[in-house]
């Protein structure tokens, strides 16, 4: 098993960038699929990125392409994303999560975090 800890989220003005965080505890946190996945007010929690278990496979949602990047260090039990070109678009709380699957199906996922606010201003 593992748990998810996001940190990192804040406000920041569009065009800026943050590097979300993401700890998992647990000695099996190599072996999972990590996603993150983001929920705007009114809206359903959507997809925004997953890597694989080697870090050698990625995806990301149409919508964030080209502007995160995802990435992980097994070594430190963490994921990353780093989000670049912010807008206000991207306002969300951004979830992190680990699964068995490398998919964008939030359902697949067997262990989420708590969740980080990221607010983008205009």
């Known amino acids: 098993q593992v748990q998810p800890v996001e940190s990192g989220g804040g406000l920041v003005q569009a065009g800026g960038s943050l590097r979300l965080s993401c700890a998992a505890s647990?000695?099996?946190?190599?072996?999972?699929?990590m996603g993150w996945f983001r929920q705007a007010p009114g809206k359903e929690r959507e997809f925004v990125a997953v890597?694989?278990?080697?870090?050698?496979?990625?995806s990301y949602a149409d919508s964030v392409k080209g502007r995160f990047t995802i990435s992980r260090d097994d070594a430190k039990n963490t994921v990353y994303l780093q989000m670049n070109s912010l807008t206000p678009e991207d306002t969300a709380v951004y979830y992190c999560?680990?699964?068995?699957?490398?998919?964008?199906?939030?359902?697949?996922?067997?262990?989420w975090g708590q969740g980080t606010q990221v607010t983008v201003s205009s």
């Open positions: 647990g000695r099996t946190f190599s072996s999972y699929a």
């Open positions: 999560a680990a699964g068995a699957v490398v998919t964008g199906t939030p359902s697949s996922y067997d262990y």
């Open positions: 890597i694989g278990w080697t870090g050698s496979s990625t």
